[in-house]
């Protein structure tokens, strides 16, 4: 099962982190299409995913925003039964302006074109997060991570 290669929304491409760009945010190596920001931590942790030879385009992708990579968005691995864990992170420069739920409903629907149900995991003092994945229709909560984050999923949509 795949996801498309590229998604893109109104304002945002999603492109799938490469071996070079992983290889580059783990060695501390800059690339000009990021932002000055970027990559975060996170998303430095989220590279740790990508494997040559990967093509199936679960894994993370860099929330391209006009020219520049202003944070990721992705998979934390291949679904299982029917299901996989998603998350997402920002630079700060691009918080508070809807890229992150507009990447979220641009994965979702990606997801949901191939049946795949997505869940987060969220630290519960995270309002930003909280929002967001609210805004996207993750609306079942299954209980919380032995680490304390709240761990909520979304219904695949009827039809």
């Keep these: 099962m795949r996801l498309p290669e590229r998604i893109e929304t109104a304002r945002l491409r999603l ?12 060695a501390g190596r800059r690339q000009d299409r990021w932002h000055r920001d970027y990559p975060r931590p996170d998303d430095v942790d989220a590279a740790s995913l990508v494997h040559a030879g990967d093509t199936d385009h679960w894994g993370p992708r860099h929330v ?8 990721s968005i992705g998979c ?32 979702l629907a990606a997801t949901d074109a191939v049946g795949v149900r997505l869940r987060a995991s969220v630290v519960p003092d995270n ?7 609210a805004r996207c229709g993750f609306s079942e909560l299954r209980g919380s991570t032995d680490a304390g984050e709240l761990v909520m999923a979304r219904p695949l949509p009827r039809g």
């Design 15 to 26: 492109v799938p982190v490469t071996v070079d760009d992983a290889a580059d945010m783990r």
């Design 64 to 71: 391209v925003l006009g020219h520049q990579a202003v944070g």
């Design 76 to 107: 934390y691995g291949l679904p299982e039964d029917g299901e996989t864990e998603v998350g997402f992170g920002l630079v700060p420069e691009a918080r508070g302006q809807g890229v992150a739920t507009e990447a979220l409903r641009g994965l």
């Design 127 to 133: 309002a930003a997060s909280l929002r967001v994945l």
